[in-house]
């Protein structure tokens, strides 16, 4: 009887020990929602996006075999570092790479066009916050096709930017055609953004497609100047309308055309201002565009009806444009398009969730260089 005691206690003791090792390394609740309190935000990223070594067990284990061997990479265009530019950096790490590169990006201004290659997972580009350094090339889809006019293009996934300014220096566009120019695309899939500042006019951001991550951010633009396929969720980021004079501007133009596809765009805490009037929050670009703002504060420049059916009315069956706790004079739901929707707490959970862009298995704090 006393042995089978102390086995009992044994057997007890290590399953305590399994579940403490277990609660270890799982995320806060991959549904627990974004509070409305945007003071709160911070505390919600820490509890929700813990550090690696306090995740490795929920994590893909790409990603945890590539977070245990980073790489730095030092570039500086003044010389001092390993590469004078961007692009050999890149061109440094190898296809099939498997580690966490992290190319930390010195003050300057590198007119590059950047393009990181599908084999190429894991790199994080990383700037210093007190001096960031800035992207840029002036590629217009008259050269280059709208989506590949980007001054920084990535299609591998696992990537991470910091710290950065990314803008496309291409003339803005007055009507003509192909005159487009994109300062991001982003076509990888588990992709992250802190504190970056987004530049264009027309198609600043191509948000491709796959799962992403905007915190902290400042984009700026006149039409569709976010636009894509992508599922991604922007916290905290100031949109910034530039006037198009008489011309109507418009925030997002996301690309969904069937309702299996679980695509969309959620921001959540945003800010928007700038100089453009009747400013439309999205267009009906493709069939089923599925767009969401959360707790977003909109100033006058954003236009009454809110949303646009890009004069397709046979979309207003189909599209989903939503609000949820909005302010701001531009956030009355008074005059809003009639297929706009107000939605209720349950219809807005989904939408304020990392579980929204599958955030418990890839997405870590920002790395500190």
Not at 180 to 190: H, N, P, T, W, Y
Not at 229 to 252: D, K, M
Not at 329 to 345: E, H, I, M, T, V
Request: hydrophobic share 35%; with cysteine; glycine share 10%.
């Amino acid at each position: 009887m006393a042995g089978k005691m102390v086995s009992c206690i044994a057997v007890h003791a290590a399953l305590m020990t399994f579940y403490l090792l277990v609660s270890t390394f799982v995320i806060a609740d991959d549904n627990t929602p974004v509070p409305g309190d945007s003071s709160q935000i911070s505390n919600w990223f820490q509890n929700n996006v813990k550090p690696f070594q306090q995740r490795k067990g929920s994590l893909d284990s790409e990603l945890v075999q590539a977070e245990e061997g980073v790489k730095i990479i030092k570039v500086n265009i003044n010389g001092g570092g390993d590469f004078t530019t961007i692009t050999d950096a890149i061109k440094s790490i190898p296809a099939g790479n498997t580690k966490r590169v992290i190319v930390h990006i010195g003050h300057g201004v590198y007119k590059e066009k950047i393009i990181i290659e599908r084999t190429q997972p894991f790199v994080t580009l990383h700037g210093n916050p007190k001096s960031m350094p800035t992207l840029t090339y002036d590629g217009t889809a008259a050269k280059y096709g709208t989506v590949d006019s980007a001054s920084l293009i990535v299609k591998s996934d696992y990537f991470v930017a910091a710290n950065l300014i990314i803008q496309n220096s291409a003339p803005r566009p007055h009507g003509q055609s192909g005159a487009q120019a994109s300062a991001l695309r982003i076509s990888g899939d588990k992709a992250a953004f802190f504190n970056c500042k987004i530049k264009g006019y027309q198609d600043t951001v191509c948000d491709d497609k796959g799962n992403h991550f905007f915190k902290d951010c400042y984009i700026e633009g006149t039409v569709d100047f976010i636009f894509g396929s992508g599922t991604s969720i922007y916290l905290n980021t100031q949109l910034y309308v530039l006037g198009q004079g008489n011309e109507a501007s418009f925030i997002t133009a996301h690309a969904r055309d069937f309702p299996s596809e679980t695509t969309g765009y959620s921001f959540i805490h945003c800010h928007i201002s700038g100089t453009g009037h009747g400013t439309y929050l999205g267009r009906a670009w493709r069939a089923r565009p599925r767009v969401v703002f959360s707790y977003t504060d909109m100033s006058g420049e954003v236009n009454p009806l809110g949303w646009s059916d890009n004069v397709h009315p046979e979309r207003d069956s189909t599209v989903y444009f939503a609000e949820y706790k909005c302010t701001g004079p531009g956030a009355d739901p008074a005059k809003r398009a009639k297929f706009a929707k107000q939605l209720s707490d349950a219809e807005a959970k989904p939408f304020l969730s990392l579980g929204f862009i599958k955030g418990s298995s890839w997405l870590l704090p920002r790395p500190n260089v």
